[in-house]
């Protein structure tokens, strides 16, 4: 089999039955998984090699399968050949280029959903990885760090945590993940944020979980840093939304960020700026306080921004005084409603020409989505120049193929969101290719969500890749 993505890598908290020792009342008991892979070509079939691996390395369950061009599988529920009560780590081998990505279910003692949470697989791993938001004990929430070593030999995993906290897992087999419980862990902060290495310079790749007692969000570490950010989905004093976006220095020296608010194409808000200082390594909270009328911290420097105002739109690291390298973790959330995500901010020389997005419904047991595409390349695209096929099958299982285009043109900096409820057909599951203009450069992230008493809002960051 020809390996022309090489490797997709998907930390699993799939826990089946597994009950955890929650540090609050309502945090889920138990955890469940599945993914979706999408194929990236549009002419060939692409023959997947699914493997499953437990916390020591070997393998429980080897599968293959066909994805259809431009077509997405779903692989939920998990076989039931896997192990009762298994956590572990999946890695997926194609002949064609592919995007992954997964979602977790929190379940109360009686096997309920109470939560859910999304996150985007991982091409390879790094060396080094950083994760911008940790918490223990903050006002109810917890997080947790699954690392897995993506390398060909065991590795000793070591946490540098911002406060000054160190923990270490020796001998951490290939292929498989070595957890990190900052409930359990002895930390001066409350919130904080951490470096991740491997002995031998073993490559990594980690997944953070912010466990609340109403809400669960999911994030994926990150492999290397950029002096400028951009987060397309910028959500304020929106039916009770709001946005908390937690930038950390990764570099050895103290910098002055300056982050640019754009109201999406059609949507509300004021464009606005803030300007806060970054201590080295250590991380800073933006959006959430100067849209809000929260107490703001002592880091702010400035800001024009609207206190009080809806805004939905985008955002962007445009000023960075030290230039210093910088990664991000936008939290959406909505305390009455009980609904919370997290997404990776994009550093911009990753935007492509085409945005994969493996997961889109409609009406799907009452889910749907809705995806934001930002142009950070330098040039307006053209309403007529960006096309989104959307292919999947309805809830009677007949095939559905649409093409979206965006009303308004997408100036610099700019973003695109469109809600797919109503719009597509009734029970709709599938997924997205987005294509612009030779030379564009395009990133975005999918928001899912149903109406319900839960905590039923997740977020995915999308594949930009080249055409």
Not at 364 to 384: D, E, L, P, Q, R
Not at 444 to 460: H, P
Request: charge should be negative; charged fraction near 10%.
């Amino acid at each position: 089999m020809s390996n022309k993505i090489l490797r997709s890598l998907i930390m699993f908290f799939i826990l089946m039955g597994l009950i955890i020792t929650p540090s609050f009342a309502a945090a889920p008991d138990s955890y469940e998984s599945g993914f979706q892979i999408r194929n990236l070509s549009s002419t060939a079939d692409a023959a997947v090699d699914i493997k499953y691996y437990d916390s020591a390395g070997n393998i429980e369950l080897s599968v293959t399968d066909s994805v259809a061009p431009d077509s997405t599988n779903t692989y939920f529920p998990l076989p039931d050949s896997l192990p009762n009560g298994f956590e572990g780590s999946v890695v997926i081998s194609s002949s064609e280029a592919v995007a992954s990505m997964s979602n977790v279910v929190g379940k109360n003692t009686s096997g309920n959903p109470i939560s859910y949470a999304s996150y985007s697989a991982f091409f390879s791993g790094t060396p080094s990885v950083s994760v911008p938001l940790l918490m223990k004990d903050n006002f109810g929430y917890n997080t947790s760090i699954s690392v897995q070593n993506t390398g060909t030999s065991p590795t000793d995993i070591t946490v540098n945590y911002s406060d000054g906290t160190t923990n270490t897992v020796t001998n951490v087999a290939a292929s498989s993940s070595a957890k990190f419980d900052q409930a359990t862990e002895t930390h001066s902060a409350s919130v904080f944020s951490a470096n991740i290495t491997g002995s031998g310079d073993a490559p990594l790749a980690a997944v953070v979980m912010e466990v609340g007692t109403d809400t669960l969000f999911s994030y994926g570490g990150f492999g290397s840093g950029s002096t400028e950010l951009v987060m397309p989905l910028v959500n304020e004093n929106n039916y009770g939304y709001f946005t908390g976006i937690q930038i950390q220095n990764q570099g050895s020296s103290p910098t002055e960020v300056t982050v640019s608010y754009t109201p999406g194409e059609g949507m509300p808000g004021t464009a606005c700026t803030e300007k806060r200082s970054i201590a080295a390594n250590s991380a800073t909270i933006f959006a959430q306080n100067v849209f809000t009328t929260s107490t703001d911290p002592t880091t702010l420097i400035s800001t024009n921004c609207v206190r009080g105002q809806t805004f939905v739109g985008s955002g962007s690291v445009t000023a960075n005084s030290a230039s210093q390298n910088l990664v991000a973790v936008v939290n959406q959330l909505n305390i009455p409603s009980k609904k919370g995500a997290a997404y990776m901010g994009f550093n911009p020389t990753s935007g492509n020409e085409k945005v994969v997005l493996p997961l889109i419904m409609d009406r799907n047991y009452g889910y749907f989505t809705s995806w934001s595409i930002a142009n950070v390349g330098g040039a307006t695209i053209t309403a007529s120049d960006l096309s989104c096929l959307v292919t999947g099958q309805d809830k009677n299982g007949s095939a559905v193929s649409k093409t979206f285009k965006p009303s308004q043109d997408i100036s610099v900096g700019g973003s695109w969101t469109l809600v797919h409820s109503g719009i597509i057909a009734d029970g709709f599951v599938g997924g997205a290719t987005c294509t612009g203009p030779s030379g564009a450069s395009l990133v975005g992230a999918v928001n899912q969500l149903a109406t319900s008493s839960i905590d039923s809002f997740l977020v995915y960051e999308g594949f930009s890749v080249a055409p």
